[in-house]
């Protein structure tokens, strides 16, 4: 699995460490590469960020950034300026270790919230983007983000950039750092935390949390995406759902919020299945839903419930596209799921399925 969590944080700063005292004897009033910042500026921006991802973890902060920064004091040492990176950098690693799963803190990318994994993510992003950054102002241009770690930040942080060959130069291209064959300069750009959606369903509270294509991959080679499952291992349907992720990842034609979420029931963190989007609206305007709960979580309303949420967001997007499925004519079961989260029979209401007889077409619009 490609991981982002506290270890790849503690990887990442150290790396950062690891530069900044190499070059410790040199002028950190220059610009760090193209910023308009000064070195020294940046790694004082680095540290307040750790410091700050952190704190909106354990703040369980909800509308904006927990009232605290950090500033290097005036005078201090490029060297002692190096501790402050590793201090709050292990601050960031200790409170990714300890928070539970489904907690969250305000990020305003995307969608208003980040959990542990996605504020690793952030903090490993600040951390060798703008090392990169530092090096490049002082002359070190041999210095790239490690392979590994940037394979694994754009499959959990940047979904919609479909990975190349060389993982490092693909996530300096992708944050306007770099050029790459055949695509355009980027000029704007911005990182994705995974979505979450609410679903309330009588007396479970359930959420849909977006899967990551890092989290897909796992899923697809037999993994367990990072959830704990109600029967103990993911369902194949789920499988399935990772897979068709990843493949989309691969083709650089997934897009974020048009993939699969996972269904999880609140009180005890289990994963009951997976609902999601076959990919995003195609030139009609349409998009395909399915959906699929372990054997022990079906009977309850929540296949009816996760639909019903997943089509609410889908539909208030702008466009508001109509939403299709395709189902089995002897699938009463999932027949009656669609009806009750308001799909109907679509006209004409037979699909040839070639190969395969055919299925019933549904329908929502907004």
Not at 109 to 123: E, K, L, N, P, S
Request: hydrophobic share 40%; glycine share 14%.
């Amino acid at each position: 699995m490609l991981e982002m969590g506290a270890d790849q944080v503690d990887e990442a700063v150290a790396e950062c460490a690891e530069l900044l005292r190499s070059v410790a004897d040199r002028d950190w009033a220059v610009p760090a590469g193209s910023l308009e910042w000064s070195v020294r500026c940046t790694v004082e921006h680095v540290a307040d960020d750790l410091i700050a991802y952190a704190g909106q973890l354990t703040g369980r902060a909800t509308s904006g950034y927990v009232g605290y920064g950090i500033t290097l004091d005036e005078g201090l040492s490029n060297e002692d300026a190096v501790g402050v990176v590793t201090a709050t950098g292990g601050l960031l690693s200790a409170v990714v270790r300890t928070t539970p799963p489904g907690v969250r803190g305000w990020h305003s990318f995307a969608y208003g919230a980040g959990d542990r994994t996605g504020f690793a993510g952030m903090g490993v992003a600040e951390v060798l983007l703008h090392t990169y950054d530092i090096a490049r102002g002082l002359g070190v241009d041999h210095w790239l983000p490690p392979s590994r770690l940037s394979r694994s930040l754009l499959a959990h942080l940047f979904p919609h950039v479909q990975p190349g060959p060389d993982p490092a130069r693909t996530l300096l291209w992708a944050t306007g750092r770099g050029d790459l064959p055949a695509r355009p300069r980027v000029t704007a750009w911005h990182w994705h935390n995974a979505i979450v959606l609410p679903v309330e369903d009588g007396a479970d509270v359930l959420e849909l949390r977006e899967l990551s294509p890092a989290a897909a991959m796992d899923l697809a080679v037999g993994g367990a995406a990072g959830h704990t499952w109600l029967g103990g291992d993911p369902d194949e349907g789920s499988r399935a759902a990772g897979a068709m992720v990843a493949r989309a990842y691969a083709r650089g034609t997934h897009r974020p919020a048009w993939g699969t979420f996972v269904v999880v029931r609140r009180h005890d963190e289990r994963a009951l299945g997976t609902v999601g989007f076959h990919g995003p609206p195609d030139g009609t305007g349409s998009a395909e839903v399915g959906y699929g709960l372990q054997e022990r979580a079906r009977g309850h309303g929540h296949a009816t419930a996760a639909l019903r949420a997943l089509a609410v967001w889908g539909l208030g997007q702008p466009g508001s596209p109509t939403l299709r499925a395709r189902v089995d004519p002897g699938n009463q079961a999932s027949q009656g799921v669609l009806r009750r989260a308001g799909f109907l029979l679509a006209d004409p209401p037979v699909l040839q399925d070639l190969g395969e007889g055919v299925d019933l077409r549904y329908e929502r619009r907004g």
